[in-house]
């Protein structure tokens, strides 16, 4: 029984908002100065079938991927080639690795929690309140790992599980998704349906001052940041894609993609190639593939996300 039942906020469709189909369409990428090219190309490193792949991070051995339907952790290399790397993560979702390397990992499956895959593979959180997870009502989405052993996660709304595994809930009329720690973490950066709002992150793992930062073109999604501090925001509205801010909030420009794009990070060589997770296929065909496309600006160093 749910004694402590959080509101759910209502998804309310922003402007434009229009579901993902799934099928390609045209785009033409123009120039953000010092982020990217003009008319470089999208190219699709690996596809897969059913819902199996969300939540990436880069490391320098690959790319990690959250396989909902497999319950399972991959890491994908530069060749396309596939390892599984975790099991049995109770339809697993996105991922996010901390500054020391810890990995976490949300599950989405009955009983949701959030667990810790690397160093060890431990529960880190899965009551909020003394109930079970179920009771937000809702998914969690997505998470940002810090450097004191929490994680930031959305469920709806905006919560933070502290490294003793208690929950904390931030914020008000939310309805998030995407999520991500600014480079000194003193700042946080959450979707709020067509938006952006930040946090200001104090030393024990708090949040004040909430605000907004920022416009999407459509619904958010997930969200990584670069080396200086410019924000990146999948968006699905007319055109699907990636809106670019700077690190305050001004924004610098909106990369299209062919397909809906739902999870972001920089890799490869020198961080300067982004990742993205497509939906390329819906139910009762679901697929997705990660799409990659060369960049000026490079990945944050501190973080793998």
Known sequence: MCKHLVPASPFKAPPGFKPPTGAAHEYSISAIKDVIAGAVRWQT??????????????????LLIAQNSNSAVIELDASGKTTVLFKDTNTGGALSMSKQGALFIVQRGLYPSIWQLRPQRKLLADKYQGDPLDCLRTVINDLTADSRGGVYFTDGGLFYAAADGTITQYGENLSTNGIILSRDERTLYVTNKDTVAAFDVQPDGSLTRQREFGRLHGGGDGATIDAEGRVYVTAHGEQDGIDVFSEKGEPLGFIPTPYP???LAFGGPGKKTLYAVAETGKSPAQAAAILTVPMIAAGYPGRAK
């Open 45 to 62: 490193l690996w596809s897969v079938a059913g819902n199996n792949a969300d939540g990436i991070v880069a490391t320098p051995q690959g």
């Open 261 to 263: 794009v739902i999870s």
